[in-house]
Protein backbone atom coordinates (compact mmCIF):
# COMPACT_ATOMS: atom_id res chain seq x y z
CA UNK A 1 0.00 0.00 0.00
CA UNK A 2 1.30 3.30 -0.75
CA UNK A 3 2.34 5.73 2.05
CA UNK A 4 3.95 8.95 3.24
CA UNK A 5 6.00 9.43 5.93
CA UNK A 6 7.00 12.94 7.38
CA UNK A 7 9.93 11.90 9.96
CA UNK A 8 9.34 14.91 12.24
CA UNK A 9 5.65 15.76 14.02
CA UNK A 10 7.34 18.79 15.43
CA UNK A 11 9.94 21.11 14.60
CA UNK A 12 11.06 24.20 16.74
CA UNK A 13 13.08 26.66 14.91
CA UNK A 14 14.57 30.46 15.49
CA UNK A 15 12.65 33.57 13.56
CA UNK A 16 15.27 33.72 10.42
CA UNK A 17 16.65 30.24 10.79
CA UNK A 18 16.38 27.96 8.25
CA UNK A 19 13.94 24.82 8.23
CA UNK A 20 13.82 21.64 6.21
CA UNK A 21 10.39 19.43 6.35
CA UNK A 22 11.23 15.82 5.34
CA UNK A 23 8.95 13.70 3.44
CA UNK A 24 9.54 9.87 1.97
CA UNK A 25 7.41 8.36 -0.08
CA UNK A 26 6.54 4.51 -0.53
CA UNK A 27 6.74 3.74 -4.10
CA UNK A 28 8.99 5.25 -7.17
CA UNK A 29 6.12 4.93 -9.70
CA UNK A 30 5.21 8.43 -11.34
CA UNK A 31 3.76 10.42 -8.46
CA UNK A 32 2.27 13.63 -8.23
CA UNK A 33 4.11 15.93 -5.12
CA UNK A 34 2.36 18.45 -2.66
CA UNK A 35 3.20 20.20 0.17
CA UNK A 36 -0.18 21.51 2.05
CA UNK A 37 -0.12 23.92 4.65
CA UNK A 38 -2.67 24.72 7.72
CA UNK A 39 -2.15 27.35 9.36
CA UNK A 40 -4.10 27.77 13.36
CA UNK A 41 -8.04 27.30 12.18
CA UNK A 42 -7.66 27.48 9.08
CA UNK A 43 -8.59 24.59 6.23
CA UNK A 44 -5.47 23.09 4.29
CA UNK A 45 -3.83 25.95 1.54
CA UNK A 46 -1.46 24.30 -1.15
CA UNK A 47 1.83 25.83 -0.83
CA UNK A 48 3.51 23.79 -4.02
CA UNK A 49 3.40 21.06 -6.26
CA UNK A 50 5.74 18.77 -8.03
CA UNK A 51 4.21 17.65 -11.43
CA UNK A 52 6.85 17.40 -13.95
CA UNK A 53 9.79 19.13 -15.32
CA UNK A 54 12.33 20.82 -13.17
CA UNK A 55 12.53 19.04 -10.05
CA UNK A 56 12.99 22.17 -7.80
CA UNK A 57 9.74 23.48 -7.12
CA UNK A 58 9.07 27.21 -5.39
CA UNK A 59 6.45 28.70 -3.66
CA UNK A 60 6.12 32.39 -3.47
CA UNK A 61 6.57 32.78 0.37
CA UNK A 62 10.36 31.36 -0.08
CA UNK A 63 9.23 27.63 0.19
CA UNK A 64 11.01 25.36 -1.96
CA UNK A 65 10.96 21.76 -2.38
CA UNK A 66 13.36 18.92 -4.43
CA UNK A 67 11.95 15.53 -5.60
CA UNK A 68 14.50 12.77 -5.37
CA UNK A 69 13.06 9.89 -7.46
CA UNK A 70 15.70 7.85 -6.41
CA UNK A 71 15.83 8.53 -2.91
CA UNK A 72 11.47 8.60 -2.97
CA UNK A 73 11.59 11.99 -1.42
CA UNK A 74 10.01 14.91 -1.35
CA UNK A 75 11.52 17.71 1.40
CA UNK A 76 10.41 20.96 1.95
CA UNK A 77 13.03 24.01 2.73
CA UNK A 78 12.78 27.67 3.83
CA UNK A 79 16.25 29.42 4.03
CA UNK A 80 14.70 31.84 6.59
CA UNK A 81 11.39 31.53 8.61
CA UNK A 82 9.09 34.00 9.96
CA UNK A 83 6.90 33.43 13.09
CA UNK A 84 3.96 33.82 10.40
CA UNK A 85 5.46 30.30 9.48
CA UNK A 86 4.04 28.87 12.62
CA UNK A 87 1.53 26.39 10.92
CA UNK A 88 1.58 22.67 10.54
CA UNK A 89 2.26 21.41 6.78
CA UNK A 90 1.19 18.40 5.12
CA UNK A 91 2.98 16.18 2.61
CA UNK A 92 0.90 14.68 0.08
CA UNK A 93 1.35 12.04 -3.21
CA UNK A 94 -1.20 11.39 -5.69
CA UNK A 95 -0.02 8.19 -7.68
CA UNK A 96 -0.62 8.68 -10.88
CA UNK A 97 -1.72 5.02 -11.73
CA UNK A 98 -3.80 4.93 -8.43
CA UNK A 99 -6.86 6.58 -8.98
CA UNK A 100 -6.87 10.62 -8.15
CA UNK A 101 -7.03 10.67 -4.43
CA UNK A 102 -4.15 11.86 -2.14
CA UNK A 103 -2.51 10.03 0.64
CA UNK A 104 -1.16 12.36 3.00
CA UNK A 105 1.72 12.35 5.61
CA UNK A 106 1.07 12.48 9.25
CA UNK A 107 2.02 16.22 9.26
CA UNK A 108 4.82 18.71 10.64
CA UNK A 109 3.93 20.85 13.12
CA UNK A 110 6.34 24.27 13.05
CA UNK A 111 6.38 26.27 15.82
CA UNK A 112 8.51 29.60 14.73
CA UNK A 113 9.80 31.33 18.28
CA UNK A 114 11.03 34.95 18.02
CA UNK B 1 -9.94 33.87 -6.29
CA UNK B 2 -12.38 30.87 -6.29
CA UNK B 3 -12.95 28.71 -2.99
CA UNK B 4 -14.22 25.88 -1.66
CA UNK B 5 -16.56 26.38 1.32
CA UNK B 6 -17.76 24.12 3.82
CA UNK B 7 -20.82 24.37 6.19
CA UNK B 8 -21.09 24.28 9.04
CA UNK B 9 -17.69 24.91 10.65
CA UNK B 10 -18.79 22.86 13.67
CA UNK B 11 -21.31 20.31 14.41
CA UNK B 12 -22.23 18.83 17.73
CA UNK B 13 -24.33 15.47 17.19
CA UNK B 14 -25.63 12.83 19.96
CA UNK B 15 -24.58 9.15 18.70
CA UNK B 16 -27.25 7.21 16.27
CA UNK B 17 -28.49 10.51 14.76
CA UNK B 18 -27.82 11.25 11.66
CA UNK B 19 -25.89 14.86 10.17
CA UNK B 20 -25.19 16.14 6.96
CA UNK B 21 -21.62 18.20 6.28
CA UNK B 22 -22.23 20.26 2.91
CA UNK B 23 -19.52 21.59 0.80
CA UNK B 24 -19.81 23.73 -2.32
CA UNK B 25 -16.71 23.30 -5.05
CA UNK B 26 -15.16 25.29 -7.27
CA UNK B 27 -17.59 26.25 -9.74
CA UNK B 28 -15.91 24.51 -12.85
CA UNK B 29 -14.31 21.47 -11.16
CA UNK B 30 -15.27 17.92 -12.26
CA UNK B 31 -13.74 16.24 -9.29
CA UNK B 32 -14.96 16.37 -5.90
CA UNK B 33 -13.50 14.08 -2.81
CA UNK B 34 -14.33 14.13 1.16
CA UNK B 35 -11.35 13.67 3.69
CA UNK B 36 -11.32 13.18 7.62
CA UNK B 37 -8.87 14.06 10.22
CA UNK B 38 -9.05 12.22 13.72
CA UNK B 39 -7.50 14.43 16.28
CA UNK B 40 -3.92 14.05 16.46
CA UNK B 41 -3.84 11.23 13.33
CA UNK B 42 -3.56 11.73 9.51
CA UNK B 43 -5.43 13.40 6.85
CA UNK B 44 -7.43 9.96 5.39
CA UNK B 45 -9.00 9.69 1.97
CA UNK B 46 -13.03 9.16 2.02
CA UNK B 47 -14.39 9.22 -1.22
CA UNK B 48 -14.18 10.75 -4.69
CA UNK B 49 -16.94 11.70 -7.05
CA UNK B 50 -16.59 12.43 -10.72
CA UNK B 51 -19.56 12.35 -13.35
CA UNK B 52 -22.30 12.18 -10.48
CA UNK B 53 -21.01 8.56 -9.21
CA UNK B 54 -18.32 7.11 -6.78
CA UNK B 55 -15.40 7.02 -8.43
CA UNK B 56 -13.64 5.55 -5.34
CA UNK B 57 -13.58 5.47 -1.65
CA UNK B 58 -11.97 3.72 1.14
CA UNK B 59 -12.54 1.06 3.81
CA UNK B 60 -13.47 3.77 6.05
CA UNK B 61 -16.11 4.64 3.64
CA UNK B 62 -18.48 2.06 4.96
CA UNK B 63 -22.38 1.75 4.48
CA UNK B 64 -23.00 4.32 7.21
CA UNK B 65 -21.54 7.09 4.97
CA UNK B 66 -23.05 8.62 1.42
CA UNK B 67 -22.68 11.34 -0.59
CA UNK B 68 -25.03 13.48 -3.23
CA UNK B 69 -24.41 16.13 -5.64
CA UNK B 70 -27.72 17.63 -5.32
CA UNK B 71 -27.71 20.09 -7.25
CA UNK B 72 -25.09 21.90 -9.68
CA UNK B 73 -23.25 23.38 -6.85
CA UNK B 74 -23.80 21.54 -3.66
CA UNK B 75 -21.80 18.23 -2.96
CA UNK B 76 -22.64 16.74 0.61
CA UNK B 77 -21.47 13.93 2.64
CA UNK B 78 -24.11 12.30 5.12
CA UNK B 79 -23.80 9.90 8.05
CA UNK B 80 -26.38 7.67 8.52
CA UNK B 81 -25.74 6.56 12.26
CA UNK B 82 -22.98 8.30 14.21
CA UNK B 83 -20.39 6.94 16.25
CA UNK B 84 -18.30 8.21 18.49
CA UNK B 85 -15.22 7.46 16.10
CA UNK B 86 -16.81 9.42 13.94
CA UNK B 87 -15.92 12.54 15.53
CA UNK B 88 -12.84 14.12 13.14
CA UNK B 89 -12.51 17.41 10.81
CA UNK B 90 -14.08 16.75 8.18
CA UNK B 91 -12.56 18.44 4.50
CA UNK B 92 -13.95 18.58 0.99
CA UNK B 93 -11.83 19.17 -1.53
CA UNK B 94 -12.40 19.66 -5.57
CA UNK B 95 -10.11 19.47 -8.40
CA UNK B 96 -10.52 20.81 -12.08
CA UNK B 97 -10.03 18.15 -14.77
CA UNK B 98 -6.71 16.92 -15.62
CA UNK B 99 -4.00 14.70 -14.38
CA UNK B 100 -2.18 17.87 -13.18
CA UNK B 101 -4.31 19.48 -11.23
CA UNK B 102 -4.58 19.83 -7.72
CA UNK B 103 -7.23 19.96 -5.17
CA UNK B 104 -8.22 23.03 -3.37
CA UNK B 105 -9.24 21.96 0.05
CA UNK B 106 -12.13 23.74 2.56
CA UNK B 107 -11.88 25.30 5.40
CA UNK B 108 -13.16 21.76 7.11
CA UNK B 109 -16.18 20.88 9.60
CA UNK B 110 -15.57 19.99 12.95
CA UNK B 111 -17.69 16.90 13.81
CA UNK B 112 -17.79 16.10 17.61
CA UNK B 113 -20.10 12.95 18.56
CA UNK B 114 -21.50 13.15 22.02
Known amino acids: AQSVTQLDSQVPVFEEAPVELRCNYS??????LFWYVQYPNQGLQLLLKYLSGSTLVESINGFEAEFNKSQTSFHLRKPSVHISDTAEYFC????????????FGGGTRVLVKP | EPEVTQTPSHQVTQMGQEVILRCVPI?????FYWYRQILGQKVEFLVSFYNNEISEKSEIFDDQFSVERPDGSNFTLKIRSTKLEDSAMYFC????????????FGQGTRLTVV
Open chain 1, 27 to 32: SSVSVY
Open chain 2, 93 to 104: ASRDLGGDTEAF
Open chain 1, 92 to 103: AVRYKAAGNKLT
Open chain 2, 27 to 31: SNHLY
